[in-house]
């Protein structure tokens, strides 16, 4: 199984005891998504260390603002562990936040990951028509495919993001109980575009405690009962899928 969106860095976890625990849980591939370049290099160490890790370059949009390190981006996405550009995107959930600014540094790391010929891991709450935009104007720089992590939309919008080749990931929200839009989501979403995440070590799908990735059989056991597959059947189309979105990982 497969994790395809997790934090690692400066997030408390024991190793390699936690490493050994995701294991055990049969969850044999783990991306580590970025967001600052501090992390994103931390994330490379742990990848380089420990086989079915991988990263992700990119700086989340709550840092929108602050200079872009272009050349550092670049080494750190040249990594041979790097499969994608993220998370990126743009974050409208708080008050007072540069809306500007957001829009500017998420058009520049898109620009980014067609110079590393990329997908990219995209970040989107309450900003849906923002995303939406930016990403059809985007063209051809998303040649390499994109993911909306921890997809928050509903099925409403799905077909947009869809239209443009667009994957979506769902975690442990799906399996909380107030969780329709998450759901419908998963519902019309075709089985050949879901992909399964944890987002630790927050949205732990079993509530109060830090999440893990080897919490991800009880994501991919909710998702296929939602799609009403068998949980082998749902497995196997996570992992092809993600193989045909991240190459690097196939």
């Not at 500007?100 to 309450?126: G, N, T, Y």
């Not at 998303?142 to 992590?149: D, E, F, N, V």
């Not at 075709?190 to 079993?206: A, F, V």
């Amino acid at each position: 199984m497969i994790d395809v969106h997790a934090h690692f860095a400066d997030e408390g976890y024991e190793f390699p005891a936690e490493w050994d625990k995701i294991r055990a849980a049969g969850v044999n591939t783990v991306i580590l998504a970025g967001d600052t370049l501090a992390h994103c290099g931390m994330h490379r160490d742990f990848a380089n260390k420990h086989a079915g890790a991988y990263f992700t370059v990119g700086i989340h949009p709550e840092f929108a603002g602050e200079p872009l390190p272009r050349a550092q981006f670049l080494a750190l996405g040249a990594e041979k562990k790097c499969v994608a550009v993220g998370e990126i995107g743009l974050d409208y959930h708080y008050d007072g936040v540069d809306r500007s600014a957001q829009r500017k540094l998420f058009c520049a790391q898109l620009e980014l990951a067609a110079e590393l010929d990329l997908p990219v891991q995209i970040h989107s709450r309450d900003a849906c028509a923002d995303t939406l935009a930016i990403l059809r104007e985007a063209g051809g720089m998303l040649s390499r495919g994109a993911l909306l992590h921890c997809y928050s939309y509903g099925a409403e919008p799905l077909e947009s993001f869809l239209s443009l080749g667009a994957y979506i990931s769902l975690g442990g929200v799906i399996c909380f109980k107030n969780a329709r839009r998450a759901v419908e989501a998963a519902e019309a979403c075709p089985l050949g575009r879901l992909l399964s995440e944890t987002d630790s070590p927050y949205l732990n799908p079993l509530r109060g405690e830090k999440n893990s990735p080897a919490n991800i059989p009880v994501i991919v056991e909710k998702l296929a009962e939602i799609k009403g597959v068998s949980f082998e059947e749902m497995k196997a189309a996570i992992r092809a899928n993600a193989e045909k979105l991240f190459e690097k990982i196939a």
